[in-house]
C-alpha cells in the first residue's frame, strides 16, 4: 500500500529539548516536503527536498532542520523547540516537482511546553 | 509572495443541497490547482485538481472550474451528504509541466470547514 509515514503522531515536549519527527515513503518519490498547519493559515511548507542530499528552504524555515540521506526518509529536526513551534506537522512526498498526487502523512501534533 | 486566497472559511449545507468554494491565486505562473479534503486526525487527501490547459474537470459529484484571466478557481459539490463534512483546501503550483525553474511548491489557501447537516 503507497503510504507516507510520521513518528511520533503526539509528541509534548519543553523548550530547548532537541527533537525529531521522522517520515518514512514507500512509493520511491523523488520530491518531499514539510508542512505546518496552523488555524486559519492553512498549510506552510517548511523545507522540501527534491532528491536525495537536495534541500531547501520553504516559506517557514527558521527553527527547523532537515536532511535527506535516504529517497524514502526525510526527518524533520528541531534543534531547539520553542513554544511557537507547537502545531501539527505533515509529511508529503510526489514523483516529481509537485506533479501528480502529493500524499501527506497522518500529521504529527507538538505541543512545545 | 505567493498567495492564496479561499473562501468562505466555513460553510454549512443540508443535505443533498450543493457547496461551491472559491480560491484566487497571486502568482501568474501557477499551473496546477489541487484541492485537498482532510478529514478528522487525518491527513490531506487528494480529491481533485486541474491543470493550466483545462477549464473545468469533473469527478462524479465534484468539480473544479478554472478561470485563468480572473486567476481565481473553485471547488464544487453537488447532492453534498453527511461523509462529504470536512476541511478543504486548495492549493496552487507552478509545477504541472516538467520544466526548468519551476519547483513544484504547493501554496495553500487557508481552509474551508464544510458540515453537511443530515
Known amino acids: 500500500e503507497a503510504q507516507v509515514t510520521q513518528n511520533p503522531r503526539y509528541l509534548i515536549t519543553v523548550t530547548g529539548k532537541k527533537l525529531t519527527v521522522t517520515c518514512s515513503q514507500n512509493m520511491n518519490h523523488e520530491y518531499m516536503s514539510w508542512y505546518r498547519q496552523d488555524p486559519g493559515l492553512g498549510l506552510r511548507q517548511i523545507y522540501y527536498s527534491m532528491n536525495v542530499e537536495v534541500t531547501d528552504k520553504g516559506d517557514v524555515p527558521e527553527g527547523y532542520k532537515v536532511s535527506r540521506k535516504e529517497k524514502r526518509n526525510f526527518p524533520l529536526i528541531l534543534e531547539s523547540p520553542s513554544p511557537n513551534q507547537t502545531s501539527l506537522y505533515f509529511c508529503?512526498?510526489?514523483?516529481?516537482?509537485?506533479?501528480?498526487?502529493?500524499?501527506f502523512g497522518p500529521g504529527t501534533r507538538l505541543l512545545v511546553l | 509572495g505567493e498567495n492564496v486566497e479561499q473562501h468562505p472559511s466555513t460553510l454549512s449545507v443540508q443535505e443533498g443541497d450543493s457547496a461551491v468554494i472559491k480560491c484566487t491565486y497571486s502568482?501568474?505562473?501557477?499551473?496546477?490547482f489541487p484541492w485537498y479534503k482532510q478529514e478528522l486526525g487525518k491527513g490531506p487527501q487528494l480529491i481533485i485538481d486541474?491543470?493550466?490547459n483545462v477549464g473545468e474537470k469533473k469527478d462524479q459529484r465534484i468539480a473544479v472550474t478554472l478561470n485563468k484571466t480572473a486567476k481565481h478557481f473553485s471547488l464544487h459539490i453537488t447532492e453534498t451528504q453527511p461523509e462529504d463534512s470536512a476541511v478543504y483546501f486548495c492549493a496552487a503550483s507552478n509545477g504541472a509541466f516538467w520544466g526548468s525553474g519551476n519547483t513544484g511548491k504547493l501554496i495553500f489557501g487557508q481552509g474551508t470547514t464544510l458540515q453537511v447537516k443530515p
Open positions: 502568482d501568474s505562473a501557477s499551473n496546477y
Open positions: 508529503a512526498s510526489v514523483t516529481r516537482r509537485g506533479q501528480g498526487t502529493q500524499y
Open positions: 486541474i491543470r493550466s
